[in-house]
């Protein structure tokens, strides 16, 4: 007998290259080179994974499985659940968003139809501008 899960995630789950970078790697006093000579994988994947930047492949998560001596579908696992959450949550395109001019020439996206950025007429909020989300981009 089984307990369905009907509710879903509210927050994206952790990436393996987080999982590994923070929980693995500091455990087994291990770095990049080192992971990279161990399992064989080259050491810019290593970086592109630790970085979050690359997904687990079937073969890393053997060779990471027989490193850490877990189960390959533990890596597996964890990326499928990263790529389904990403797969519903895609990230706004650009035409989601307007460009806010400041007179601090600081630039907000913010989540709207495109305009023209001339005719908008905001006031500039320092404390919106330093609480900086995944929807706000600052330039100087």
Same mark, same amino acid.
């Given at each position: 007998?089984?307990?369905?899960?009907?509710?879903?995630?509210?927050?994206?789950?952790?990436?393996?290259?987080?999982?590994?970078?923070?929980?693995?790697?500091? /455990?087994?006093? $291990?770095?990049? *080179?080192?992971? &990279?000579? +161990?399992?064989? =994988? @080259?050491?810019?994947?290593?970086?592109?994974?630790?970085?979050?930047?690359?997904?687990?492949?079937?073969?890393?998560?053997?060779?990471?499985?027989?490193?850490?001596?877990?189960?390959?579908?533990?890596?597996?696992?964890?990326?499928?659940?990263?790529?389904?959450?990403?797969?519903?949550?895609?990230?706004?395109?650009?035409? /989601?968003?307007? $460009?806010?001019? *400041?007179?601090? &020439?600081? +630039?907000?996206? =913010? @989540?709207?139809?495109?305009?023209?950025?001339?005719?908008?007429?905001?006031?500039?909020?320092?404390?919106?501008?330093?609480?900086?989300?995944?929807?706000?981009?600052?330039?100087?």
């Amino acid at each position: 007998m089984s307990i369905p899960n009907n509710t879903s995630m509210k927050r994206r789950p952790r990436h393996p290259g987080e999982m590994l970078r923070e929980d693995f790697l500091s /455990d087994c006093d $291990l770095t990049a *080179s080192s992971l &990279s000579e +161990a399992t064989g =994988i @080259s050491r810019r994947s290593v970086d592109e994974l630790l970085r979050e930047r690359r997904s687990v492949t079937p073969e890393m998560a053997l060779r990471l499985a027989r490193l850490f001596g877990n189960l390959p579908e533990f890596w597996i696992k964890a990326q499928r659940a990263v790529d389904l959450w990403d797969a519903a949550h895609p990230l706004p395109t650009q035409d /989601d968003y307007k $460009l806010v001019e *400041s007179t601090q &020439s600081v +630039a907000v996206l =913010i @989540s709207m139809p495109v305009i023209n950025a001339d005719e908008a007429e905001i006031e500039f909020n320092p404390t919106r501008s330093t609480q900086a989300t995944q929807r706000e981009v600052i330039l100087s």
